[in-house]
Nanobody
């Protein structure tokens, strides 16, 4: 399984970025997908999850109404659209594929991880 994330960068507060994560080596249609982030000196934080069909989306409180997760099963890709970015959104962002059912929010629920792009939001 390979998860290749891209789309990070430097943006001013209030700006937007879109992260992409291309998956291979798994039946992408059968997996929900998640995004996490980790800021320096902090634990990895769950950001969002989307059900395998793309019909259900879930967000952490800190990003709700600003971030949007989406999934294109034809392209084996999951996206994270990030709007109204704040300096506290600065982190390395990771896409991940979980096992199990429900809405997984713990890192241990995810056996497959991509390399994270850096997102830096300047004030």
């Amino acid at each position: 399984v390979q998860l290749q994330a891209s789309g990070g960068g430097l943006v001013q507060a209030g700006g937007s970025l879109r992260l992409s994560c291309a998956a291979s080596g798994l039946n992408f249609r059968m997996y929900g997908m998640g995004w996490f982030r980790q800021a320096p000196g902090k634990e990895r934080e769950w950001v969002s999850f989307i059900r395998r069909s793309g019909s259900g989306t879930f967000y952490g409180d800190s990003v709700k109404e600003r971030f949007t997760i989406s999934k294109d099963n034809a392209k084996n890709t999951v996206y994270l659209q990030m709007n109204s970015l704040k300096p506290e959104d600065t982190a390395v962002y990771y896409c991940a594929a979980p096992t199990g059912v429900g809405v997984p929010r713990r890192t241990e629920d995810y056996p497959y991880w991509g390399q994270g792009p850096q997102v830096t939001v300047s004030s």
